[in-house]
């Protein structure tokens, strides 16, 4: 058991130094554009929610 936790371990170490990790740059991009892209979709949801609570609204006063 032991010896296959040590052997995982290795291949695990071995796996990480082949990784291509982004720069900064990139890191502080991809950031900006999914802070961006949930604030879009965050309105989206909030405008549909607003609308669609004032038809139904409308359609409770109208019965």
């Not at 936790?5 to 990784?19: A, D, G, I, N």
């Not at 999914?34 to 309105?43: M, N």
Request: hydrophobic content about 50%; some cysteine; charged content about 20%.
């Amino acid at each position: 058991m032991f010896a296959r936790f040590s052997r995982y371990l290795k291949e695990t170490s071995q796996e990480m130094q082949r990784v291509s990790w982004p720069s900064f740059a990139d890191l502080k991009e991809s950031t900006i554009v999914v802070c961006v892209t949930v604030g879009v979709v965050t309105f989206f949801v909030f405008v549909v929610d607003q609308v669609l609570s004032f038809i139904q609204k409308k359609l409770i006063l109208m019965s």
